[in-house]
């Protein structure tokens, strides 16, 4: 079975802040897929980034950096210099190859992040 | 290109109810997932397809929930004699190939409010 677990409820952060999203999953499978999706109030999830088992190197787009570490089964996610329109819901998943669970996303509980002005 | 659009966004049913909710995904993408996302909570997998074939609907809570797509595009998920536990954010998401590792891109969502 597979599962994804956002610690964090909630997040608050005065813009231009740095905020880090922390991510840890749980699978048997060996080869899987990591995604990050953002959740803005309109509801819609956005795609930010995958990442697979295979490629430790950690990405860097913009703002956005995210950290994988296979040793601890984590994927954390970090917004640099925060700004209002990050304010979102942050929701990792997780995709396996393995049996019954091919082909679907398992999502944490999601990370509400509030940035204010 | 057009993302995947969903219809209604919002819908209200009385108990007892019978609703369907549509999907449109991105064209010429294979697969086509359902998820059901409670508030406050991420979302849950209901079922998918392989253009028209339904390989998984194990998600499915129970055989009041019913999913089709014909003719390998549009979809439709319905929900027969609604129950207020019904109430949620229907997402559908579709990705191009059909592949474990695919990016799933999401449609806005239906609200379904059963009251």
């Known amino acids: 079975a597979q599962k994804v677990t956002q610690a964090q409820t909630e997040i608050s952060v005065v813009e231009k802040e740095d905020v880090t999203l922390d991510c840890v999953y749980e699978t048997r499978d060996s080869t899987y897929y990591l995604f990050w999706y953002k959740q803005p109030p309109s509801g819609e999830l956005v795609f930010l980034i995958r990442?697979?088992?295979?490629?430790?190197q950690n990405e860097i787009s913009g703002r956005y950096s995210w950290n994988f570490q296979k040793s601890t089964s984590s994927f954390n996610f970090t917004i640099t210099a925060s700004q209002v329109v990050d304010s979102a819901v942050y929701f990792c998943?997780?995709?396996?190859?393995?049996?019954?669970?091919?082909?679907?996303?398992?999502f944490g509980q999601g990370t509400i992040l509030t940035v204010h002005p | 290109g057009a993302g995947v659009s969903q219809s209604p966004r919002y819908k209200v049913a009385k108990r007892g109810q019978d609703v369907a909710l549509r999907c449109d995904p991105i064209?010429?993408?294979?697969?086509l997932f359902w998820y059901q996302q409670a508030l406050g909570q991420g979302p849950e997998f209901l079922t998918y397809?392989?253009?028209?074939?339904?390989?998984?609907k194990s998600g499915l809570p129970s055989d009041r929930f019913f999913a089709e797509r014909p003719e390998g595009s549009v979809s439709t998920l319905k929900i027969q004699r609604t129950q207020q536990e019904d109430s949620a954010v229907y997402l559908c998401?579709?990705?191009?190939?059909?592949?474990?590792?695919?990016?799933?891109?999401f449609g806005p969502g239906t609200r379904l409010l059963v009251l």
């Open positions: 064209s010429g993408h294979v697969s």
């Open positions: 397809f392989q253009n028209e074939a339904q390989l998984d």
């Open positions: 998943a997780l995709s396996a190859a393995g049996g019954t669970s091919y082909g679907k996303l398992t």
């Open positions: 998401a579709s990705s191009l190939e059909f592949s474990f590792g695919e990016t799933q891109y």
């Open positions: 990442r697979n088992s295979f490629d430790e």
